[in-house]
């Protein structure tokens, strides 16, 4: 994935803590992720969040010059409670 545009993430993975974690746990349950779909080499989904949920996400896990989420690290994403298997 070279066209990523890696200054949009943390330089190394910015751990939840368990205090963050149990924070986040409550939504959890309302992640709404997309049907899989693919090309020739990866498998994607979209993964939308819930607003409320955004007000408990890490300030280091957003990117202030454009008001988004950074590029999140898998450590990161799965520390917010994001999966991609089995759902």
């Known amino acids: 994935m070279d066209s990523l545009d890696h200054d ?4 190394k993975p910015r ?3 368990e205090v963050e974690r149990e924070r986040l746990a409550e939504f959890i349950d309302s992640i709404h992720y997309s ?3 693919s090309d020739n080499e990866y498998e994607y989904r979209h993964v939308q969040l819930p ?5 408990t996400i890490p300030k280091e896990y957003f990117d202030p010059s ?3 989420l950074k590029l999140l690290w898998e ?3 799965r520390g917010l409670g994001v999966t ?4």
Request: net charge positive.
């Open 15 to 17: 751990m939840i803590s």
């Open 35 to 37: 049907p899989r779909y």
């Open 75 to 77: 450590e990161e994403w």
């Open 66 to 68: 454009k008001g988004t």
């Open 51 to 55: 607003k409320a949920m955004l007000k």
């Open 8 to 11: 949009r993430r943390n330089d």
């Open 84 to 87: 991609q298997v089995g759902i």
